[in-house]
């Protein structure tokens, strides 16, 4: 089926949580026409919105973003007419959602730090997030920080991981971007 519908997210991570979730929620995105594509970074917005938006191929759009790459999520909004002097509300509106710090920060306030260790746990990384923990610059942050930096430590961990955190989610205490952005498509 051709997409009518396009979520666009940073990067594999995100795409892989969204579609986790997705399936978790009892929904077949491809069956209902939408697409969750990663984009390469923040600073692609505005040419992804161009491509798949009103004056492109004119599918329904959505997005999520980092808090940290929002002002760029907004300038590609801008750019593309979606308005002027957006602020995070009307981004909403228009289906793009921003995650506190990131996906992963996001995930792990929803699961508690025992959770996500449980998960690491179960992929045979318990014993390295403890040596991580160990190290003189991560010793004395908080656990939800060394997490959030662990997951970013290993290149493949987030885009592994990400969707096995989704999994581990009681799904009444979904993050609000994550349910947001999913609900708008």
């Known amino acids: 089926m051709e997409s009518r519908a ?15 979730l997705a399936r978790r929620r009892h929904r077949d995105l491809e069956a209902e026409g939408v697409s969750v594509v990663a984009i390469g970074g923040s600073k692609n917005i505005a040419r992804s919105l161009e491509e798949f938006g009103p004056r492109g191929r004119g599918m329904t759009l959505a997005g999520l973003c980092d808090v940290g790459e929002e002002r760029d999520f907004l300038r590609g ?17 228009l289906g793009f959602y921003v995650c506190v710090e990131d996906l992963e920060d996001e995930l792990i306030r929803a699961l508690g730090v025992a959770a996500v260790e449980q998960v690491i746990e179960g992929e045979g990384e318990l014993d390295a997030f403890r040596t991580f923990q160990r190290q003189p610059e991560w010793r004395s942050r908080s656990p939800e920080e060394q997490l959030r930096r662990f997951f970013g430590t290993y290149s493949g961990r987030k885009i592994r991981s990400a969707p096995l955190l989704v999994d581990a989610l009681d799904l009444d205490a979904v993050p609000g971007p994550l349910d947001g952005v999913l609900r708008h498509v």
């Open 6 to 20: 396009v979520i666009l997210v940073e990067g594999v991570s995100d795409q892989h949580a969204l579609e986790a």
């Open 77 to 93: 909004l801008e750019r593309a007419g979606f308005g002027v002097d957006l602020t995070r509300v009307d981004m909403e509106q």
